[in-house]
């Protein structure tokens, strides 16, 4: 009878194992596939999660993901959302958010069944899927038509993301990541791939519309040579060389940036002299001078869930200015979606909903993910690099409910951490 018990349990073990193993060949997939196509990607995520319930251990798979900082501090966040809708009369839209922040909920899954030996591919499916769209970029820049592939992007060179904003932040990642390969690896053959990833990434950034994405790039660089090199006197100098050559040429051959770069200094002058807020960087000035003041009114606890929106159209149209201004300012007023609707600053519009209280709240996430982070160098540079800039996209857009990007963070996050079988690996060598 015990034979018999045994050979089940390690029958039910061995079966466990290879769903499990399963399932992280279908996560490669499926971070190949999001950046292309959030619908079908979806498909494969609902098969991953039905696997999941196959995969064994759920019970310590659960308490763990339940003991774990990182989920603490997103259902924090979730709390935070309902309790605020308390003092709050846009139970709608609260409600549509709260849905579409759902995928935060997968974070489960990641932290639970992603095992060590597939991290780097799933890294790599992720360059991969960056690499195919940089070079699609590239065939649109040259007026080049693929006939096979369909372009679903929005945005000047951009082939299948929402908007270049996004789609430029995740090349930034990829930037990141083929640098810090190149700076690591000894062989100069598995340095080759990375070397094409960086220069095409590199050129695709300086054809976007993204004025972030500029600042965003020289930030990265200088994070990876960092911490591959701890810095030293010629690293700052070639870094410093480096940013004043690549902008200089960047400013003479490519129209787009040397357009976006003048654009901002006339947009900036507007503002700052003459109190016109025109284009997309006088408008979000304007944008964060009176969502600031209207943070000032409720500081400690905000305004409640969703009210910041019609807070701040309301005080806009209050304003002794042109209808013109008014207008420029009424950018972000979206009726037909009133849920995507922002001051395009994450930080501002939690800190007018939730106020300081809040505003901790959703920076305990980013707190968590970096003390959560496991000792390797190579993963603790993609945690920085992940943090970093999606810290500092915040600052220029929202986040939280683009799910096809928080999504894509979640899983490059998840590989950068303390998960379920990091612990269980601990515990056995222990």
């Known amino acids: 009878m015990k034979i018999l018990l045994f050979l089940k349990r390690h029958y039910m073990q061995t079966i466990h194992e290879k769903v499990t193993t399963l399932i992280n060949y279908f996560l490669i997939l499926y971070i190949f596939l999001l950046p292309f196509n959030i619908h079908f990607s979806t498909t494969i995520l609902n098969i991953i999660v039905l696997l999941y319930l196959f995969s064994g251990q759920i019970k310590e798979k659960l308490l763990f993901a ?226 600031f003041q209207l943070f000032l009114q409720k500081p400690f606890i905000g305004h409640g869930t969703q009210e910041h929106i019609d807070l701040a159209i309301k005080t806009i149209e209050d304003l002794n200015v042109s209808k013109q201004q008014k207008d420029n300012l009424l950018v972000f007023r979206n009726p037909m979606s009133p849920g995507m609707q922002t001051l395009h600053n994450e930080y501002l519009d939690h800190l007018i909903q939730f106020g300081l209280v809040g505003f901790f709240i959703l920076l305990n996430i980013f707190y968590s993910l970096y003390k959560s982070r496991i000792p390797d160098l190579q993963w603790k540079s993609l945690n920085s690099i992940l943090l970093i800039n999606f810290m500092l996209y915040m600052f220029v857009n929202y986040f939280f409910v683009l799910n096809q990007l928080g999504t894509i963070f979640l899983v490059l996050i998840s590989l950068t951490i303390t998960t379920y079988y990091n612990s269980v690996q601990r515990n056995i060598k222990e």
């Open 66 to 291: 339940l003991k774990h900082r990182v989920f603490q501090s997103i259902l924090l966040f979730f709390v935070m959302y309902i309790l605020w809708s308390l003092n709050s009369e846009q139970i709608d839209t609260m409600l549509w958010k709260l849905k579409t922040y759902k995928y935060l909920f997968y974070s489960i899954i990641f932290l639970t069944i992603i095992q060590d030996p597939f991290k780097d591919k799933l890294k790599n499916a992720f360059l991969l899927a960056i690499f195919i769209s940089e070079v699609t970029s590239l065939f649109m820049f040259t007026d080049f038509t693929i006939p096979f592939i369909h372009i679903t992007g929005y945005g000047k060179y951009v082939p299948f993301f929402y908007t270049y904003s996004q789609y430029s932040l995740l090349i930034i990642i990829a930037i990141g990541l083929s640098l810090y390969e190149l700076t690591t690896k000894s062989s100069n053959l598995k340095k080759a791939p990375y070397l094409i990833l960086f220069l095409i990434s590199t050129f695709t950034i300086f054809i976007l519309d993204s004025k972030s994405s500029y600042i965003l790039y020289f930030i990265t660089v200088f994070i990876v040579l960092y911490q591959s090199f701890q810095i030293n006197k010629k690293i700052i100098l070639l870094f410093i060389s480096s940013v004043i050559i690549i902008n200089t040429l960047a400013f003479t051959y490519s129209s787009t940036f040397h357009k976006r770069i003048t654009n901002i200094y006339k947009q900036l002058h507007l503002a700052i002299n003459n109190n016109e807020y025109a284009g997309s960087t006088g408008s979000r000035i304007g944008m964060n001078l009176i969502g």
